[in-house]
């Protein structure tokens, strides 16, 4: 576990240039998140230390801004500085990470297990970091280490948003395998090897939705789908059969179908044979001249926000094939697929079967390009919360595959709010016409009362409501401005119509009106959207 985070400043914290004005005042630039990132890890218990070679009124700014555990100003001998905070704290190297730009700090990097360094950094010290972060020094670097590492801090904490849910997640991994590859594709060979360098991995489960998930840095290279070999004689035959019965249960021959992230298109005559018209969507480039090569209508595409489009849709069908699991954003991936399709459509979603490796206890199919580990019930609420109804899910390929089919959720029909209002606002307003204007009372001064008056904009030509809660009376109905008054304050004659607008006390309410005004006032009820005359 990480416990400190030593830092060079130039170049690091800044970017390494200076900025001089007229008056030869020099100044440079930190990126806010970066601030946050240090005081997030104190927060979470992990020291954090300066060390650097410069002694300026800015280095000293930093130890006011920062206030850090360790402050080592004009240093000269960083190795020393980090070993006297090695002895003062009894941290070894392998709980410290070190992050520095340029030659000095290759001495101190060597010392430490997680030595990191700014993109911009110096080639050497770039071939030395066991972490190469993607931000420039100055630019929000100490926040993506801080995030890449997952740094917890001595409370054992963490917290990151569930990819699937959002909620905050806090709790311990629930795996930790430290020293595994950090991806599976774009292998080292013998001339790179050195940069090749072991990554630490840990599992979380989300306590809100169950999705067992990393949280880390995805792969570079995960927008392209690659698959190692062609497709199995035992491959070809499942999809075959799979992608036929799929096509007849919904009706899709001649239909339009995506498959979303279709490789170099090894599945798409598969789902032509099934007599669909497919498109495959597809970011390796590579992958996209294949399949075109090969004869297929392929657009070239990620869905990074959701709101992308392709030219060929909207299709009445997709499928995803061990695809999503790579995906750093599953709400803007299934957002994407959801606008590309037509109503009603459908979808044979894919992933690798968690619930098999969990009863078998496979550990070695933990990797980094597989960001999620899904169940039934993990890949199916995710499906739900992003607009799909799930229509079955069963494990397939002998086990090793979950294949969930889902449709896209129809929307509520809320024509029939319209309907009921234009009837009864139509019949109100005819009422309050028949016995000529400001002869009409509300009993009631319910929410629903208010809202029907808003509704039919009879706000000049309502006398009164009248409600026995003293509370109400002598104020006004909202919106409408009607005043409210108690039965008492109303003689006989004073109005013509009641609308009684009482709920459950409507019956009650009639009766007692009835024997308060006598048997010419014209008397409604309100039951539900009828206006009912007593
Ligand atoms: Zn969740």
Redesign the pocket.
Known sequence: MIKAVILDIDGVLTNGKVTVDSEGRESKAVDFKDIDAVFEMKRRGIKVGLITGEATPITLFFKERFKPDFFYNGCKDKPRALAEIMAQTGYVGSEICYVGDAKYDIPVMKLVKYSACPANAISEVKALASIQLERNGGDGCIWELMERLNLRGTAGVSSFA?K????L?TQPPVLDYPGQPAGAQHLPVPENADQDKPFDLSVFQ?A????VQLNVAPVPYYREVIRAAAVSAEMAAFRTEQFAEFVQKHNLVGKKVLECGCGAGEFLPFMEQAGTVVTGMEYGENNVKKARAAGFQVERLFFDTGAERLQSGPFDAFYILNYLEHIPDLRACLAGIRGNLAPGAVGLIEVPNFEMLLARGMFMEFMRDHLYYFTVKSLSLLLETNGFDVLSAQPVFHDYVLSLQARLRAPIDFSVFAVAQQRLTGKLNALVEQYGGCRTAFWGASHQAFALLAFAGLHDKIKCIIDSAPFKQGCLSPATHIPIVAPDSLQPGDFDLLIVAAGGYSEEVAKLAREKFGRVLAIYILRENQLVNY
């Open positions: 569930c699937s849910c959002g909620a997640c989300c809100s939705c169950g999705l």
